[in-house]
């Protein structure tokens, strides 16, 4: 088995342990791999991970801003890479360079082998770096983590201007005429959870985080090195981070899900459990994270809620609407959505269609929010008060659950 790749960090001199237990439980909660939360983190360069990446998978790697040969990406069809996470680089007659995050990973080598009829010559690059790749050469969906210099941040608040409606002024009058449109306030519950399960209080939100420097882009080889793996022993796969499937549609109850959350394992799991029982009690549901002062859609449920809809949802804290103003304040909320560009980019990752009523939990680890869960009827309809006060303590079983997963991590 090769070494873990913190610990050869570690030997290295790279990152410091207590930098790798900070990343360890990131991943724990937010997912990706350990390489690329050290990079948000700020706590190594691009350059430094690829090259330890090498050295752990004994394969070259490569790193910085890679230009891959049009010609190249025609062999593999955006599907196929988005399945096996590779790009190809270059083709250089019967040989193909391909970019991957685990080059000793003989099945899907073979795979690629076999689908472009070339013999295959790995690279390992940093998984963020895979990830731009991805999304820039076949346009998948992969969630910008790491360094993304490229980036240009979204601009939402009072001075951005407005997306288009998905209703027009008529039913947003009609509908808010008859609730009201006073600034969301934090909703306290009548109902009280157990003490044992019981949300964590916070005396003051916390502000966003600093950003992370970006690490230096320094560019690709203009000849790739000749390389030849005949004779080379087949390498065994290295392990990894776990695999985030799609939510189980079966619903489930309040018992069972507890009962799940109190054994999971995985991120994954969390919001499989989350979104099963949602189903349950609410017609239309979202989970979503928390993290570097922004909001991230993760996975959503209900009529015309699909999933890359879910995925491009990205919301600034400071922006105006009932998400921020939960992750912000760390209350509880339920009541209508205002009609600003925040609520929505909300209503448009629920397929449109305004509820009388939402409700929104926050969901605490690390002594901050990670998550938040939105939940609502539909268009038109109110939230049953009777169904939150069970939300509410599965929302601090949430948070139990990242706690057991970040001790497990570290």
């Known amino acids: 088995m090769a070494q873990r790749l913190g610990e050869l960090l570690v030997a290295r001199g790279e990152c410091a342990r207590a930098a790798i237990d900070e990343a360890l439980q990131a991943q724990a909660i937010f997912g990706a791999r350990l390489g690329t939360n050290l990079l948000e983190a700020g706590a190594i360069t691009e350059e430094r991970l690829a090259l330890a990446l090498g050295d752990r998978h004994k394969a070259p790697a490569l790193y910085g801003d890679l230009a891959p040969d049009p010609r190249a990406l025609a062999l593999i069809a955006a599907e196929d890479a988005d399945r096996w996470e590779v790009v190809p680089l270059r083709a250089m007659g019967r040989k193909l360079a391909l970019l991957t995050l685990d080059p000793g990973n003989v099945a899907v080598l073979d795979e690629v082998a076999f689908a472009t009829g070339r013999s295959i010559i790995p690279f390992v690059v940093p998984e963020s770096r895979l990830w731009r790749l991805l999304v820039r050469s076949y346009r998948v969906f992969r969630e910008e983590r790491g360094v993304d210099h490229h980036r240009t941040p979204t601009?939402?608040?009072?001075?951005?201007?407005?997306?288009?409606?998905?209703?027009?002024?008529?039913?947003?009058?009609?509908?808010?005429?008859?609730?009201?449109?006073?600034?969301?306030?934090?909703?306290?519950?009548?109902?009280?959870?157990?003490?044992?399960?019981?949300?964590?209080?916070?005396?003051?939100?916390?502000?966003?985080?600093?950003?992370?420097?970006?690490?230096?882009?320094?560019?690709?080889?203009?000849?790739?090195?000749?390389?030849?793996?005949?004779?080379?022993?087949?390498?065994?796969?290295?392990?990894?981070?776990?695999?985030?499937?799609?939510?189980?549609?079966?619903?489930?109850?309040?018992?069972?899900?507890?009962?799940?959350?109190?054994?999971?394992?995985?991120?994954?799991?969390?919001?499989?459990?989350?979104?099963?029982?949602?189903?349950?009690?609410?017609?239309?549901?979202?989970?979503?994270?928390?993290?570097?002062?922004?909001?991230?859609?993760?996975?959503?449920?209900?009529?015309?809620?699909?999933?890359?809809?879910?995925?491009?949802?990205?919301?600034?804290?400071?922006?105006e609407g009932v998400l921020p103003t939960v992750a912000v304040t760390r209350s509880h909320y339920l009541g209508p959505l205002q009609k600003n560009e925040s609520n929505i980019r909300l209503l448009r990752a629920l397929g449109g269609g305004v509820p009388q009523s939402a409700f929104v939990v926050p969901v605490l680890a690390l002594g901050r929010v990670v998550n938040l869960l939105y939940a609502d009827n539909g268009r038109g309809e109110q939230v049953d008060p009777n169904d939150l006060g069970e939300l509410l303590i599965l929302a601090a079983r949430i948070a139990q659950g990242y706690d057991a997963l970040v001790l497990r991590a570290v």
């Open 155 to 319: 601009s939402v608040g009072p001075g951005a201007a407005a997306g288009p409606d998905l209703i027009d002024e008529g039913e947003f009058d009609a509908l808010y005429g008859r609730v009201g449109l006073s600034t969301p306030v934090p909703f306290q519950s009548p109902l009280r959870a157990p003490a044992a399960t019981a949300p964590p209080v916070v005396a003051a939100p916390p502000g966003p985080g600093p950003a992370a420097p970006p690490a230096p882009d320094l560019g690709h080889p203009e000849v790739l090195p000749p390389i030849d793996l005949s004779g080379v022993p087949e390498l065994e796969p290295i392990p990894d981070d776990e695999e985030i499937a799609e939510p189980e549609p079966e619903a489930i109850g309040f018992a069972e899900a507890v009962l799940a959350l109190e054994g999971v394992k995985e991120r994954g799991a969390i919001a499989r459990t989350v979104l099963r029982y949602a189903r349950s009690r609410f017609r239309r549901a979202l989970l979503l994270t928390v993290r570097r002062g922004e909001i991230h859609g993760w996975v959503g449920m209900g009529p015309g809620v699909e999933v890359g809809q879910v995925h491009r949802l990205r919301l600034p804290l400071a922006a």
